[in-house]
């Protein structure tokens, strides 16, 4: 006889003692094991004693040994053995299409970005390179007056985007957008522009730890500085705020790079208290106008 709480302390010991990174949902080899074994068993996370401490069934035991084996030998992240993942407190089907969510903008979402916006002004959304519609689902749901549209360049993470919407039933207020960026969104404005883009520079995605491999290299690569897709949003935003509008971009270890090429961008960059880092704030007024696009940067600068 085993029980869950048994197979959980079992397969820790496993991952612990396995290469393994964990960077998608947990940090260490207990949560981890406990997001697999109860995530396999669809037992809630707070569950109590009486679901713990009940026999795993032979049937139960040998899938649940098959997703050990693929974690441990594939390096597959947990999220993508389940298809399921967590953000802002919401279940997502994930698969090898999009990016497991884990963004600190969760926990900005879960603020409806105050101090920045008055939420009540908010009736339009953007975001940008949605993957698997995370943030535009947990905003659908802080903002119940918003309309959100979410865009993709792939295709294939719009499918799983509305697999995502539909689940949480958005599926009048999340639009969902083929675009590189802004470029199907004509001359739209919005109240609030969010995005998670690519932006892992070209010698650290060589030295990614294995997990990273399953993901799309497209949603994570972002050339030399890593900042290839955070300025084109920079550049191209400002025609699409409202005059209230705020823009909201995860940079990952950017901040250093994006500080030094724009020193007089009124960047701001939020303490989170739950983690994560690399996050800015800036007000729509505050930005490039499209017009420098083909400036050099200093040139753009000067003109602020």
Known sequence: MTT???????IEQRLAASDL??????DNA????????LGALEIPFDAGPEQLDREVTRSEHESIKELVNARINSKIP???????SWFSGLEFYVDERVLIPRSPIAELVAEKFSPWIKPAEVKRILDLGTGSGCIAVACAEAFPDAAIDATDIEADALEVARINREKHGFSRR???????????LEDRKYDIIVS?????PDEEMRVLPAEYR???PLALEAGAAGLDVVERILLEANRHMTPHGILVVETGNGRAALDAKYPR?????????????????IPGTDLIPQQGINMNVQDIQDKK
């Open 4 to 10: 869950v709480r048994q197979l959980i302390d079992r």
């Open 21 to 26: 990174f964990f960077g998608h949902g947990t």
């Open 30 to 37: 207990l949560d981890e094991a406990a997001y697999l074994v």
């Open 78 to 84: 947990v999220a993508y053995l389940l298809n399921k």
């Open 174 to 184: 999340v639009n969902l957008v083929e675009s590189d960026l802004f470029s199907a």
């Open 196 to 200: 998670n883009p690519p932006y892992v």
């Open 214 to 216: 399953h993901e799309p």
């Open 265 to 281: 961008m009124p960047f701001t960059w939020p303490d989170l208290e739950h983690g994560g880092e690399g996050v800015f704030v």
